[in-house]
């Protein structure tokens, strides 16, 4: 079961309190568009899995994000914008990310947007979604 793998190689030492949820996105792909005239312009690539520990404080959410492929884990915080049970669904302040959530399904997706000079890209995400509860009783 892919929770007990998420608790196996994120449970260590270095995690803080104990978090509301964890989202587990295994599946992701990358849509990139440079700006050049030509027919390789544009391409699909398979992005990296994220893992996301969140923790809800009324209308916000913060989320440690960590990297199975390799990197240090990093803090965002979020802007719920629906909260109406199973669907939760919060953004970065610009709009730059977006996560949904069906708890009843256990089932989240994110959406990012990247632009640089010359380079526009979108990642979305499918994964796999638990409350911390679920994450300990899978030990």
Request: aromatic letters at 8%; glycine letters at 6%; a negative charge.
């Amino acid at each position: 079961m892919r929770i007990a793998v998420l608790v196996c190689l994120f449970a260590g030492p270095a995690m803080a309190a104990e978090p509301d949820f964890w989202i587990d996105f295994q599946e992701c792909k990358n849509l990139a568009g440079y700006l050049l005239s030509s027919n390789q312009s544009m391409g699909l690539i398979k992005g990296d899995p994220i893992l996301l520990r969140c923790t809800q404080d009324g209308t916000r959410m913060s989320c440690q994000i960590s990297f199975p492929e390799g990197g240090d884990p990093v803090e965002q915080h979020y802007r719920i914008v629906l909260d109406l049970p199973p669907l939760l669904h919060f953004q970065t302040s610009n709009g730059s990310e977006y996560i949904a959530i069906d708890t009843a399904r256990h089932v989240a997706v994110l959406v990012n947007r990247y632009v640089d000079r010359q380079l526009l890209s979108a990642k979305v995400c499918q994964g796999t979604h638990a409350t911390d509860a679920e994450m300990r009783s899978a030990e």
